[in-house]
């Protein structure tokens, strides 16, 4: 049985929140250069241009939990689209670095709340045999998001717009984000928060509307697992009996950033200038490494539910850790800049058919209902908060050590990934979330 249409839609329009995601994060990278020239920016200052949307986004993560248990992730998620076109809108118009940095923020904020709700409104939706490619949807889009903006970045930056190319840059995220926003009011609530709030009828005609294949086992399953909780619903996530799950989620959100992912993305046409390419040409092999991006993305996607998230989090971390080395290798010996090229081509082919695959499924499958959105908050934290500070350190890292000194670093910290994902993380695939539940909490 495929899944229906109306759980394609519910699915596609959950995830575009993952789009907005993907490109309001790497769209600074196209722009970054000429806010440092125009408001003479010290390599902490590019940092921190860059960085200020990153605490915005772990602030709205650690919010989106509470605010998504108590108004529903459909809800919430709507409010992250005001706040993604408030962003954008802002930062183009922007009158001096602070406002630039004050609508970077609440972009930010949107970042972070739709990074923990899409993945866990479409998990609630999802039956178990597909949760894992349709959660991958999102993640899907984070990286189309990706593809998108180095496009936008590339044809902006051929239009000769002069001054005012960095503002176009970053002010036409506002066209999908209002999309998003319109999108929103066209699809059901969660069944599972609906039955939080008592609505069995509501939660079970979202079942069947979902294509269910058993609507009222599902349902029952779902009551039965709120009630078992029902008297500590409102508990702290950050307790001794979740303490399994909190160190899966917090480990594969913090080492999906140690593996230098973000920091490529966002400084990738000045580490292709830094190896002799000009700004133009960095332009378009960055829309290269996105596309090889969204291409690995959709292989990782096929095979989630086939080989399983730990096989393919193994497999990735042996790539991406080589290729790594390499990179390191290549700018401290001067070798040939033209295979820089084909080094993150093959990085980012590994880490998108792995961690960039994995991590939303795997974070929203470990956490048992009453402290779900809060679990997935907790992981996603732990990611962008490891994203916030290897993004400040990046500039200032290269300026006063060398330009292969944060790969080797990198390629460090993903071997040790290798060894906890081999040693401690559970397969999760092909099991339901009260399944996972009783295992993982015992």
Request: glycine share 12%; net charge positive; charged share 10%.
């Amino acid at each position: 049985m495929k899944p229906n249409l109306n759980l394609i839609k519910a699915t596609l329009t959950g995830a575009l929140g993952g789009l907005l995601f993907g490109f309001d994060t790497v769209v600074i990278s196209g722009a970054i250069d000429s806010l440092v020239r125009l408001y003479s920016l010290s390599p902490s200052g590019k940092g921190w241009t860059v960085a200020i949307a990153l605490i915005g986004t772990i602030i709205g993560s650690l919010a989106a939990g509470h605010i998504g248990q108590r108004l529903g992730g459909r809800e919430t998620l709507r409010l992250t689209a005001v706040l993604y076109i408030v962003s954008a809108l802002g930062s183009a118009l922007a009158w001096d670095w602070s406002s630039l940095m004050v609508f970077r923020f609440l972009g930010g904020l949107g970042i972070g709340a739709s990074s923990v709700l899409g993945p866990v409104y479409i998990a609630e939706l999802a039956p178990a045999k597909w949760r894992g490619r349709l959660v991958g949807a999102f993640q899907f889009n984070v990286v189309l998001g990706i593809l998108l903006a180095y496009v936008s970045n590339y044809g902006i930056r051929t239009l000769g717009l002069g001054a005012n190319e960095w503002r176009w840059q970053v002010g036409v995220a506002a066209i999908p984000a209002l999309g998003f926003l319109i999108l929103l009011f066209g699809i059901p609530r969660s069944p599972r928060w609906s039955v939080s709030r008592n609505r069995i009828d509501e939660a079970l005609s979202i079942l069947k509307l979902m294509g269910d294949p058993n609507p009222e086992a599902e349902l029952a399953d779902i009551r039965a697992a709120l009630q078992q909780e029902h008297a500590s619903a409102h508990e702290p996530v950050f307790q001794w009996k979740y303490r399994f799950p909190l160190f899966l989620a917090i480990s594969i959100g913090a080492f999906n950033q140690l593996s230098g992912i973000n920091s490529i993305l966002y400084y990738l046409p000045g580490i292709f200038q830094s190896a002799g390419f000009t700004q133009l040409s960095g332009d378009r092999q960055a829309i290269a490494i996105g596309f090889t991006n969204l291409v690995f993305t959709m292989v990782g996607m096929s095979f989630i539910d086939k080989l399983g998230r730990k096989t393919l989090l193994l497999i990735g971390a042996v790539g991406t850790a080589g290729c790594l080395a390499a990179v390191s290798w290549l700018f401290h010996s001067g070798g040939n800049s033209g295979a820089l090229v084909w080094l993150f081509i093959a990085y980012i082919a590994f880490f998108a058919l792995s961690q960039g695959a994995v991590i939303w499924v795997y974070i929203g499958e470990v956490f048992p209902n009453a402290v779900r959105s809060k679990g997935q908050g907790a992981g996603n934290a732990s990611h962008w908060v490891m994203n916030t500070i290897l993004q400040l350190a990046f500039p200032v890292i290269v300026a006063r050590l060398s330009p292969a000194a944060p790969f080797t670093f990198f390629a460090v910290m993903t071997a040790v990934q290798f060894l906890v994902v081999l040693f401690f993380y559970p397969e999760t695939r092909g099991q339901s979330l009260e399944e996972l539940q009783r295992k993982l909490l015992h």
